[in-house]
């Protein structure tokens, strides 16, 4: 698989260097150089998870990684499902959130996770990475047990909820967790400042785990598939996807699948307050405004870092923008439609209702609509239970780790000493 760098098209890489690289010069997000379309949908629609996304995974990196590797990889990846619940006659809900940190993000980072053991050799790395919640917890058990693959999160002690905590800091193993004894941005200073020091990222192989690393997107279209394999045949047709965004990553894989042949009609991007990407398909200027606070606080973003991946592609493959469905809720309109929801029994959250609305909205007779739900509700569970009056529980993921102990360090945000704890990792 050949990537270019959108920003600077003559950067061109393979896939190996796209994983490893992350971003391209000029902060340019690599983007694939061809994309042909699957010959055989149909057949792979009647595969198992692993074994189509194998398949597809193997169809786009081609002989970078053999077949076998590609196999060995997924099912080591995608060990959890993804099913599809009918919420209405019409309307499905895709769950994404069966894997162990309960969101999306298990796809994109436990694939990334393999390439970069894979791709690594016999040097030792070290993931470094400082997160205020949720993407410690994905990364840390993407990474677990991998070998010659070390993982040190940082995170604001005493800033981050005492369940999230659990999910991420009561591994051990080759996943050390410090709490730093100041804010996320100074936990934040310190990645960057071991980043900028040559000795220290020679010393240990220094990497990153980059939400826009290209193996993550790849892993992700994968699941659109696994949603059409569980529609009934005759309702595979006229599909409209509705995609909760923030960062576009996830409708930018919902669009690679449609370049790959998976026959969905239209797609719908729902984002909350923060707009940018609504207004500018109405009326074509591009006006980010101050991102603010809402109930869906993984789409806080009003300068989407995918965006541009979703550009080139409309310009490849000669489509124009407006083909692209939009609309944004209030919280107000959030909690209605979570309201909704759980009035026709689907428990959901406020990121998976902001889909669900918009496509209600937007669905047309005949259609057949498919909204993402990319978090456990429990993930947002004062919100939910706020909202809905009552108490949803704990999943099991969630209540297993509760009484574990955590098993963090402590530091003050001083990078001499964390330097010492890397080297001594
Ligand atoms: C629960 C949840 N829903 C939706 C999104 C938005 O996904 P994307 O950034 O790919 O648009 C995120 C992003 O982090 C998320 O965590």
């Known amino acids: 698989m050949n990537l270019y760098n959108i920003k600077e098209n003559d950067e061109q890489v393979s896939f190996q260097q796209a994983v490893k690289q992350g971003l ?15 010959a055989n ?18 169809h786009l990196i081609g002989d970078e990684l053999s077949a ?19 919420v209405q006659d019409d309307i499905y809900a895709l769950e994404l959130f069966h894997g ?7 796809f994109g980072g436990r694939f990334m996770a393999q390439c970069l053991a894979k791709f690594g050799g016999d040097q030792p790395i070290t993931i470094l990475t400082a997160t205020s919640g949720d993407t410690g917890a994905a990364v840390a058990h993407a990474f677990y047990g991998l070998e010659n693959i070390k993982v040190v999160i940082l995170y604001p002690k005493g800033k981050i909820s005492p369940l999230q905590e659990k999910l991420f800091c009561t591994l051990g193993g080759n996943i050390t967790t410090v709490s730093i004894e100041d804010d996320f941005d100074a936990c934040q200073a310190l990645v960057k400042a071991s980043f900028d020091d040559e000795e220290l990222k020679q010393a240990i192989g220094l990497n990153s785990a980059n939400s826009i690393n290209i193996s993550r997107l790849l892993a992700q279209i994968c699941y659109y598939f696994e949603a059409f394999s569980q529609l009934p045949a005759d309702k595979r047709n006229d599909v409209v996807v509705s995609v909760p965004s923030g960062n576009f990553g996830n409708l930018t894989a919902g669009l690679l699948a449609q370049a790959l042949g998976l026959p969905i009609k239209r797609f719908i991007a729902a984002t909350n307050e923060n707009d940018t990407v609504p207004r500018y398909l109405a009326d074509g200027s591009w006006a980010p405004k101050k991102t603010v606070a809402t109930l869906s606080n993984a789409m806080d973003v009003s300068q989407p870092n995918n965006w541009p991946r979703i550009e080139e592609l409309f310009k490849v493959k000669g489509k124009s923008l407006s083909e692209l469905g939009s609309g944004m809720l209030t919280d107000a309109e959030t909690e209605v439609a979570l309201k909704q929801l759980d009035d026709k029994g689907y428990l959901c959250e406020p990121h998976g209702a902001i889909a669900f609305d918009q496509l209600e909205k937007q669905l047309q007779p005949g259609e057949t ?3 993402l739900c990319t978090a456990h509700p429990a993930k947002f569970k004062e919100s939910v239970e706020e909202i809905l009056g009552k108490d949803i529980g704990l999943p099991k993921e969630l209540a297993d780790r509760a009484d574990l102990d955590l098993l963090s360090k402590e530091l003050p945000a001083d990078f001499a000493q964390l330097r010492e704890l890397l080297l001594n990792n």
């Open 24 to 38: 391209g010069r000029n902060q340019g997000l690599f983007f694939p150089d061809t994309i042909t379309p699957l």
């Open 41 to 58: 949908v149909d057949e792979l629609l009647n595969q198992d998870l692993v074994t189509r996304s194998a398949a597809i995974l193997h």
């Open 68 to 86: 076998a590797d590609v196999k060995d990889m997924v099912s080591k990846a995608f060990n959890f499902t993804a099913p599809i619940k009918a």
């Open 100 to 106: 162990p940190t309960l969101a999306f993000k298990d």
């Open 369 to 371: 609509g498919l909204f």
